[in-house]
Every structure is written in structure tokens, then in C-alpha cells.
């Protein structure tokens, strides 16, 4: 079924409707061409330590080898990856692409439960693993078909004397490695140093297979696998590539990489893109260490940064930020959440970097629509579909909606996903008839072509027939000078059938809930507002910093 596509009227200059997916048919074959153009040029540095590309080619090829000779996997093959962002990462990820190996990323805060369904799910056979999380690999791996443990610690690639000093202060000093027992497991350096001399035997590498097995819907239900394939990343990196090539020097941008590599976020935009631009990916290991994270962002001379609401917002409340050098600063990227004006007034105001909205899913690889990056200001829109990429909405019967009305915003592109793993019934469910991904997100779009995403779906809040949506009402009580991060959430009533709540972390200590309702009655419409506020010391929130509003609804009590 054919479409209007009135955002191509208001693309960027240079940007083409359209993107070569054909160029490249591996991600591995952009990552050769990288290694080549850009040899001895930073690649990923952490804790202070370089790698160029030319080290990441070699210690790639190293791990690749170990997997194909020494373990003897077959193409095809899963390898579990359970790290944060280390150097030990990049390496494993483009050794095992390079050997043929699907990835399946493993958040390492998952509970014993959480991994032994994902790797027994995924039917990973080999686990690399970091010291401190190898543990909970030791409860689960006797129920899975793991046949080789891989551990690391964060100090195995820092070099010497920093390295092993690392180690010996995380092991012995700050005792943050639990007691674990693995027979047979070996170090990743061992891996690195078995594979050095063997000869990596030639794979071919297809368009069509899988390079991830990306995990997603665990708030939601069970955590499914979306098989991504090689020519789904490539063509996302083809898209963002031409939606940013512009504003960025091949060779020369350093981009922060705080989210971690294991969602599909910072895999993709900061990972893959930048890799294919030849650019500096500075990882952060524990960006929940604040202090930390600005001393790092104040040595790097970053040039990009991606992340999530919570992050940005948590940076703008941390004191020394504001006297980070922001000169270089051309590209503030967010997206996993909704931004809230708030915040990204803010941050144009302190760094002088306009917080350009992206929007995405796991299923999509994950970047669908963007925002020009020219944006004088904060629009409050998830941008407009990138090339090659169709978007509509629909309504429950699937019908198309006009321009301007609400509905499920639906998806079509290279960069949709092949399908979940094993689960054709749930796949069913998301990709209808005519091959459209449902994202489960309500929007609208304007006679631009600019997309505006109204909320979840799922979290809309009726109340007395009228759709609230949440995020609506975050952006306005985020306003109030006194509050630092709140929810809204829906919850039973017995006249409304739902009444609006919300749920604050206050910057002002004497901020009272009488003066949030006052706020509210002044910019919501009356069956808005919200008839409950609760403060708390922190929201729950999953690992990359996403509000999990259902364990609000599930858990909160009620205060009025």
C-alpha cells in the first residue's frame, strides 16, 4: 500500500530519500573498510586507555580465531556477551561477527532467572562473561547450552602496570568480584593469545543472516530475541549515515558512549556509525558514577553524545558539569525515552547544543525517525522518518489515520527486524499483513511530516472516556523549578475508572503536593490533573535509565 511521504519536503539538504543498502553487505565489510581508511586513528578508548583501529582489526581477528579454531563453532553459532562498557566489548562483538557467530547481548545486572532464560532461549553455546557478574553465569550455566565461560575484568585490555593494578584493586581491595566456580572457564586474554597464531579460516558473511539476537520486552512480558540481521544494521547505519554525514569530519569526532553497548541504541548510533566515520567511541563504564562521568567528559573533547532523558537531565544537575569545556559539542543525540522540554531547554541553555530527539525500537535496529540536526530549538517531535524508511498511523482496525489525528504509529524499512527468535506467533503480532511493524506507540504527525509521539499505548490513562497521556503531564509538572524527575501513571478509580497520579523526586525539599495540583490546574485541562502526587527518593528505572512506569502502577501506594 503506497503512502503520501510529505517529510521529504522538509529534509535536510543533502539528504536522499533513499539510502544504498546494497553497498556494504556485512557489517563486518564496514569495519574493514574503517580498519583500513582509518588505521592508526583512535577507535575506543576507556579508563584512560587507546585502542586505534588498527588494534581493534588485530585483537578482532585474535578472538575471532580463538572461536573458529580452537572452539570450533560453526557459522551461525550464538555467543553471549555479559559486560558493561569495557574494551573487552568492541573486540568480542566484531570477533564474533567476523567468525560468522550471531550476538546475543546479556544485560550482566540480569537475576540468575533472567539470564538462564535469554541463554537458553538463544542457545548460546560460548559466554563471555565479566568477573564481577560470573557469578549468576555459575547459577544458571549447568541449565543451559553453554559449552565455553569466558571471563574478563575491566583491566584486562588497560595495558601495563594499569591493568593488573585495576584487577588487584577490584578483586582485593574494594572486593567487588563475588566468589564464583566455573571449571574450564579461561580469561579472555588466554582466548586473545590462543587465537594469535592460527590462521582465521575465510567465512562468508550474508545479508540475510543474523549478526544479534537483541532482547527486548522484558518490562512488558517475555523477553523475546529480535533477529537483526547484517543488511538490518547496515542499512541503519546507511540511514543515520546520511541523516548526519553533514555535520560530522570523518576521522576526527569523539562521541561518549554512556549507554551501554549492550542496548541497541549505543550499539548502533555510537558503535556502528561512528565506526564507519572513523570516529573516537569514549566508553563509560559506570555513568551512574556522576562525578566520574564529567571528569571523563572534561578530558575527552567530545564532539557527540547520545543518551536518555534521565541522563542528560542527571547531568544537568550535577554541579561540576557546568564548567565542562563544550566548545566541540555538535551533537547531542536522544532517544530510548521520551525528552521532556524541560531538560532540553536546559541543555541548549548550558552547552549551547540543541537535544535533537531520535525515536526507535530494538525491532527497527533501532533508528526509525530524527530530527534535523539543525534544529534551532527543541521541537517537542521524534523527528521525521529517515531514508528509506516509511511511517504511518493507524488506528485498531488498521485502517490508515489523517494527518493530525491519533494513532499507533507503524513502521516499514530495511531496518525492521527479520522476525523474533523461534517465536513466529509473536512476530504475528507486531507485523501485519501488509508488513507493517506496529511499535505500540500512539502518535500524530503535522502537515510537515514531523512525527509526535503521544505515549505508549499501553500506558494511556483513561479517565472518564478522555485518553490521558502521560507524558503530556510530565512535561508539565518537569517545569516547576522544585522538581527534579517525575511519572505520571494511571491508577483504578471508582468514578473515573482512572485518575491521574504522579510520582515526584523533588530538588526542592519543600515542595508539597497542594503546590503541584495548583501548578497542574493551571496548564492541564481539569481531567488531567492529577488527583494523587507522591515524592520518593528515586524512580525505578531499567539499566539504561527508562522510567518503568508499570512497576509505579504495580507497586506504589497510593498517597493523596
Known sequence: MGIERPWLASYPADVPAEINVDEFPSIVSVLTQACERYNQNPAFSNYGRTLTYEEVDRLSRRFASYLLNELKLKKGDRVALMMPNVLQYPIAIFGALRAGLTVVNTNPMYTGRELRHQLKDSGAVVIVVMEMFAHTVAEVVADTAIRQVVTTCIGDLLGFPKGPLANFMLRYV??????????????????????????????????????????????????????????????????????????????????????????????????????????????????????????????????????????????????????????????????????????????????????????????????????????????????????????????????????????????????????????????????????????????????KGFFYIVDRKKDMILVSGFNVYPNEIEDVVAMMPGVLEVAAVGVPDEKSGEAVKVVIVRRDPALTADQVKAFCRENLTPYKHPRYVEFRNELPKSNVGKILRRELRESAKVVA
Open 174 to 447: 574494594k572486593k567487588v568480584v563475588p566468589e564464583f566456580r566455573l571449571p574450564g572457564a579461561i580469561t579472555f586474554n588466554q582466548a586473545l593469545a590462543l587465537g594469535e597464531h592460527a590462521e582465521l579460516p575465510k567465512v562468508e558473511i550474508r545479508p540475510e543472516d543474523i549478526a544479534f539476537l537483541q532482547y527486548t520486552g522484558g518490562t512488558t512480558g517475555v523477553a523475546k530475541g529480535a533477529m537483526l540481521t547484517h543488511r538490518n544494521l547496515v542499512a541503519n547505519m546507511q540511514q543515520s549515515s546520511a541523516w548526519i554525514k553533514r555535520d560530522l569530519r570523518p576521522g576526527e569526532e569523539t562521541i561518549v558512549t554512556a549507554l551501554p553497548l549492550y542496548h541497541i541504541f549505543a550499539l548502533t548510533s555510537n558503535c556502528l556509525v561512528f565506526m564507519k566515520f572513523g570516529g573516537r567511541n569514549v566508553l563509560i563504564t559506570n555513568p551512574r558514577d556522576m562525578d566520574g562521568f564529567v571528569r571523563e567528559l572534561s578530558t575527552s573533547g567530545f564532539t557527540a553524545l547520545t543518551g536518555v532523558n534521565t541522563l542528560f537531565n542527571g547531568l544537568l544537575n550535577c554541579p561540576e558539569f557546568a564548567r565542562v569545556d563544550f566548545a566541540n559539542l555538535r551533537l547531542s543525540l536522544g532517544g530510548g525515552m521520551a525528552v521532556q522540554r524541560a531538560v532540553a531547554e536546559r541543555w541548549k541553555q548550558m552547552t549551547g547544543s540543541t537535544l535533537v530527539e531520535a525515536y526507535g525500537l530494538t525491532e527497527t535496529s533501532p533508528a526509525c525517525c530524527m530530527n534535523p540536526l539543525d534544529l534551532a530549538e527543541f521541537n517537542g517531535s521524534i523527528g521525521m522518518p529517515i531514508p528509506s524508511t516509511d511511517c504511518c498511523l493507524k488506528d485498531d482496525a488498521g485502517a490508515i489515520m489523517a494527518q493530525g489525528e491519533v494513532g499507533e504509529l507503524c513502521v516499514k524499512g530495511p531496518q525492521v527486524m527479520a522476525g523474533y527468535w523461534q517465536r513466529p506467533d509473536e512476530t504475528a503480532k507486531v507485523v501485519d499483513a501488509e508488513g507493517w511493524l506496529h511499535t505500540g506507540d500512539m502518535a500524530r504527525m503535522d502537515e
